[in-house]
């Protein structure tokens, strides 16, 4: 009876200590360098804002954060690392809607799984889609376009930087909502997509507005409407395709930083509270807004969850009934 009691009483002293010593590492936190997983390679609108953000969140944090790039697989490389990473606050991901939602509904091998392994801390980012078309096209309107479209059945064609991606099904939500039948034509990413824009290989590019701007402003592509709720300060006369006919559309790319599932509550409310603040100072509003790169407020806790839910919401039934898959 006494050995069992002995056991007892070490074993509760023991799980004791751990929780101490997981209470006194999160209030040491960070005591060493963080590193920043961007699932792209060096150069992408991701590794920009990753390194935009990480020189104010190394001062809230008073550690260096140090960019990561591992590109490939549509971000299931760097997903996969962070994934696999200790859960104690020194491996971050900046992931994208590709990353968290888009590709557990593409891909059926996955080595990682956003639910099980991830713990969503912010929405950094957002970025609004675009519907361009070239100037000789005689749709100058969405409203015209459907009609174009409506009128010639089979004969719109879109691009878009790839099958499955949030371009390719932003077009096909609107598609849907709209009623016309459209022809995808995927390319190897944005240039290519341009290109077939431009030349008349296709009769619409559904595009990030923040790439297709320079074109749109040197005038060599009309814009029909773009997928945010609200117009854009920097392109304030592009309608919205809500307002074009279709209330409550609404269709975006987006980023968000999240760190390993079981990171320690204490350390992930420390994270969450320098996000808030760079957030709140408007550094990142300044630096990327110009770009038609909308940067959120700050958040709740929760409140990331929250919209990738919604956002799970709004693709899988489209996925679902396009039958798209990526393996």
Known sequence: ?????FCVA?????ALSLGLAGTASAQSYPDKPIKLIVPY??????D???RVLAEPLAKELGQPVIVDNKGGAATAIGATAAANAPADGYTMLLGTGTTYTLNPLLKKGLAYDTDRDFRMVSIIAEVPVVFIVNPKFPAKTLSEFVAYAKANPGKVNYSSSGLGSSLHLAAELFAQRAGIKMTHVPYPGSAGA??????DEVQMFSEVISGALPQIDQKAVVPLAITSAKRLAVAPSIPTVAESGYPGFEALGWYALAVPKATPAPVVARIETAINRILASGALQARFEPLAIVIPGPQQ???ADAYMAKDRALWEPLVRALNITLD
């Open 1 to 5: 009876m006494f050995r069992k009691q």
């Open 10 to 14: 070490l074993a509760g002293a023991f």
């Open 41 to 46: 390679p060096p150069g992408a609108t991701n």
């Open 48 to 50: 920009l804002l990753a």
């Open 194 to 199: 341009m290109r077939a824009l431009l030349s």
């Open 301 to 303: 806790p929760g409140s």
